[in-house]
């Protein structure tokens, strides 16, 4: 009797023990957690809370989060300011054109690399991958002189040629991953049928393709929306330029106003966070499979 | 026909890869062997000329140096930071509504183009900014510091921003190859008696291997070729305390216009790159084969 009786309690006190080794193991876990969003959200509350602020109240001392001069008036002078809005339309005609460009082709390559076998696979599987390894300055060179002989330099088309072949290989890489993860026995069955292969293509595959199409549409669409080297080279009016680039001239300008470049980066990365947020889980997946792959 | 569907279905694409990289990198080497082009209509060949006047400027390895610092520790942090995060993303013993959470304030410095990045570390960073304050109240420093603009923190400045632009990538995708790692071998693990370290050690990182890899030679290529980030900094300065390739390359041409020299240098970045992809293939595939 007394012996079970001991049993039982070192058993509990052994219980108890990894009770408590859980609960201080859970502990230190939300104290690394919590240091972590401190590091990689303190400095984007602060750029928010910045673009809340007048000014003259920027640097003032001590630093408030949120501060007397609290207003919107920094959001008012960017939405009316028509320079502003010139950016933000810029940066949507192209990356929206962008982002529908390079699906298209992506598919149909992805489409070919995953349900084809043809010579030139091997060599142009071989470019698409190594491509990622040239440095967009060695292109950034030849393609100010071809965008100046072609007439494209300051204009839409030229940035939207040179995005396309940015945002192509890896968003290649990512359709195919998607595609080979399909069941070949759908588009089989609809050869049998009789469909040409662009028929089984489209009506087959693509109304099943939509994690992949918005993972690769979202990365093309992030990375044209960013971009800001060729932006600032091929473009040369302030009427052509794209958000990323017009931050910059408005911090170039004498006396420009800290919480309007605030104001203004707020509202040119909630396309991005808007879209990020509502799909990343598809998102990410896709990002990753294609890493893997290549 | 059906022999040239694959083919109908490439011919964008195959384009494109032609118009736009094969011709332009002829172009660029073409113009890096001949004197003031684009400038003039009728440039002449001078060989390598170009490449020597490159090799032997003290600027070029000065940014070759400091391309190599910021990449370096660049890669090194987000592998560390990453992992870090994505390790404690991915205990059992947080909530998943406070996972989620907490992924998405994570994921938020990625958001953000390195253009914006730029004018949010500039403001954090001034020297009457908060960061400065922050320092001074603690008496950790008495003057506030020139981060950006003093020679001795300017390189270490950037590329603390570059990591904190950058980790996100590492941690995501981290994140998905640890959710893919078997339960069963942590569990043959534990009743083989391992501690969580050499679990870590002997499960883990053999797993995320491949990732761990491919992660690091994007980042290694990527980070070698920003530009945005320190041309929105510093652009290059103090004088040439942060002045990498691509700044370097860029201000060769679109500030002096001379485009052949920046050509050379844009031709041995390009080099340079592949080297370390074609070097970094080989070691994943030998790695995949044994």
Same mark, same amino acid.
């Given at each position: ?41 303190? *400095? ?7 673009? !809340? ?33 010139? !950016? %933000? ?154 958000? *990323? ?10 006396? !420009? ?18 879209? %990020? ?5 598809? !998102? ?11 | 026909?059906?022999?040239?569907? =694959?083919?109908?279905?490439?011919? =964008?694409?195959?384009?494109?890869? @032609? ?7 002829? @172009? ?96 954090? +960073? ?28 300017? +390189? @270490? ?43 870590? +050690?002997?499960?883990?990182? =053999?797993?995320?291997? =491949? ?5 690091? +030679? ?73």
């Amino acid at each position: 009797m007394s012996v079970s009786v001991t049993a039982n309690s070192r058993r509990d006190a052994a219980a108890r023990r990894a009770v408590g080794r859980r609960i201080v193991k859970k502990f230190w876990v939300y104290v690394g957690l919590t240091a972590g969003a401190l590091f990689a959200g303190l *400095p984007v509350l602060w750029m928010l809370s910045s673009s !809340f602020k007048s000014n003259s109240a920027i640097f003032e001392y001590p630093p408030k989060l949120i501060d007397s001069t609290f207003s919107l008036s920094a959001y008012r002078a960017v939405l009316s300011s028509s320079q502003s809005l010139r !950016f %933000f339309l810029n940066s949507y005609v192209i990356a929206l054109s962008v982002t529908a460009l390079t699906l298209i082709v992506a598919l149909h390559t992805a489409y070919a690399f995953s349900r084809y076998r043809f010579r030139l696979k091997g060599v142009l599987n071989v470019i698409i991958i190594g491509s990622q390894a040239v440095p967009p300055v060695a292109l950034l060179i030849p393609y100010f002189g071809l965008m100046v002989s072609l007439h494209l330099y300051n204009s839409y088309q030229g940035l939207i040629l040179t995005y396309i072949i940015l945002t192509l290989p890896y968003a290649i890489i990512m359709m195919t991953a998607y595609i080979d993860g399909l069941p070949r026995e759908l588009d089989e069955a609809a050869k049998m049928d009789g469909a040409r292969p662009l028929t089984t293509l489209w009506r087959v595959l693509v109304p099943i393709c939509g994690p992949g199409l918005v993972s690769t549409g979202l990365y093309t669409f992030m990375i044209s929306w960013n971009e800001y080297l060729f932006a600032l080279t091929l473009t040369q009016t302030n009427n052509m330029r794209t958000v *990323p680039v017009g931050i910059q001239l408005l911090m170039g300008e004498n006396n !420009f106003q800290w919480n309007q470049v605030m104001a203004i980066s707020i509202l040119g990365c909630i396309p991005v966070l808007v879209l %990020f947020l509502i799909f990343q889980r598809h !998102f990410i997946q896709g990002l990753a499979s294609g890493a893997v792959k290549s | 026909m059906e022999r040239l569907t =694959p083919y109908a279905l490439i011919t =964008p694409t195959t384009l494109l890869v @032609i118009g736009l990289i094969i011709v332009p990198i002829v @172009i660029v080497i073409g113009y890096s062997l001949m004197d003031n082009v684009i400038v003039d209509h009728n440039p002449h060949f001078v060989g390598l000329k170009n490449y020597w006047s490159i090799l032997s400027s003290n600027n070029f390895w000065v940014a070759v140096r400091n391309t190599s610092i910021f990449t370096g520790g660049s890669v090194v942090v987000h592998l560390v930071l990453g992992m870090g995060f994505a390790m404690l993303l991915n205990t059992k013993l947080v909530s998943p509504v406070a996972r989620t959470l907490y992924r998405v304030i994570y994921v938020l410095p990625w958001v953000f183009t390195a253009s914006i990045v730029a004018v949010l570390w500039r403001l954090l +960073l001034d020297p009457n900014g908060v960061i400065n304050y922050l320092l001074q109240s603690t008496g950790i420093v008495h003057n506030a510091v020139t981060w950006l603009g003093g020679t001795s923190t300017a +390189l @270490i400045s950037v590329t603390a921003i570059n990591i904190w632009g950058g980790y996100p990538f590492f941690m995501i995708s981290l994140l998905a190859g640890l959710q893919r790692i078997p339960t069963d071998l942590y569990e043959a693990a534990t009743v083989d008696g391992a501690k969580p370290v050499k679990q870590f +050690l002997h499960v883990t990182l =053999p797993q995320l291997r =491949p990732i761990i890899f491919a992660m690091c +030679l994007l980042d290694l290529l990527w980070t070698t070729q920003q530009f945005t980030l320190i041309w929105a900094t510093t652009g290059g300065g103090p004088i040439n305390y942060t002045e990498v390739l691509s700044t370097f390359t860029y201000r060769i041409a679109f500030n002096n216009y001379e485009f052949s020299l920046a050509s050379a240098s844009a031709v041995i970045v390009l080099i340079a790159s592949v080297v370390v992809a074609v070097f970094y293939v080989r070691q994943l595939q030998r790695a995949r084969e044994s």
